[in-house]
């Protein structure tokens, strides 16, 4: 079946572009790859109505999976849970299941570098574990922060962690078997070609004829940089269940966009 998400990537850091977001290509590329469908990626500030208001916005179009990441730390400005809670309109609350996950993360960070591991669960530590009413803490393998989980009628929204090796732990422990699940037999199949002596405006006329010929299979040019002479390269992706033979479907594209090429005058470097 089709399955749609939509990610939401929470920091300052990000739109000031003090910091590349990795995060949402890490996830699009990962998302992709088990045969979903990424349909928008939102970039906010660290702010509770921007949070609450992204969540909602992107539940109205109805996705399978929301995901977040950011914003899940012990400082002033990692207001994610608040945002959350705003947008479920529950009451934030310490969830004890949280808060031993905070614990015993703290634990096992002192036990490996041979500290006192009597732990004070400070103000800051606390915060990592006040989560909106109703939600399921998720198992941060890596760090202190838990994700949170919550089934919002058909759509399940996940935050996670912004620190990267947290966000992708969470991930390919938690979400990936159940995009894998949902996803069922569908797959992500994807090649790519390099042309050389033609221009991409005489490909386009070229990309719609072999699309419209090879239905769901699409046809992106990429222009690189040449000094001399035009150098393009063809992205070409189908996402289909096995049994429709996928790849069978874009080598036929391919090799009837390097015909239509090479016929035009282009010559593909890269062959079907």
């Avoid at 015993?104 to 041979?114: A, C, H, P, S, V």
Wanted: glycine share 6%.
């Amino acid at each position: 079946m089709t399955v749609d998400i939509e990610i939401i990537c929470i920091g300052n850091e990000l739109l000031i572009g003090k910091i590349q977001n990795t995060n949402a290509h890490w996830l699009a590329i990962k998302a992709t790859q088990l045969g979903a469908i990424v349909r928008r990626i939102t970039v906010i500030q660290d702010n509770i109505p921007d949070i609450a208001a992204a969540i909602n916005e992107a539940k109205a179009r109805n996705p399978q999976f929301i995901i977040t990441t950011g914003g899940l730390g012990p400082t002033f400005d990692d207001m994610t849970l608040q945002g959350v809670a705003a947008a479920l309109n529950r009451p934030i609350e310490v969830s004890f299941v949280a808060l031993e996950m905070v614990k015993q993360r703290t634990i096992q960070y002192l036990k490996k570098r041979r500290l006192p591991t009597e732990v004070e669960m400070t103000p800051p530590r606390v915060k990592m574990a006040r989560f909106p009413k109703g939600t399921e803490p998720v198992t941060n393998p890596v760090g202190s922060a838990p994700g949170l989980r919550v089934d919002m009628g058909a759509t399940v929204l996940f935050v996670l962690p912004g620190v990267p090796i947290e966000m992708e732990a969470i991930f390919t422990e938690t979400i990936e078997p159940l995009i894998a699940d949902m996803v069922g037999e569908s797959v992500f199949c994807q090649r790519s070609l390099f042309v050389e002596d033609i221009f991409e405006s005489r490909l386009a006329p070229l990309i719609d004829m072999v699309m419209k010929d090879n239905v769901g299979v699409y046809i992106k040019s990429h222009p690189i940089r040449s000094e001399s002479k035009p150098h393009l390269e063809l992205h070409l992706t189908i996402c289909s269940d096995q049994k429709n033979n996928p790849s069978e479907k874009l080598n036929k594209a391919a090799k009837e966009i390097a015909t239509l090429i090479e016929s035009s005058g282009g010559r593909v470097v890269v062959e079907p």
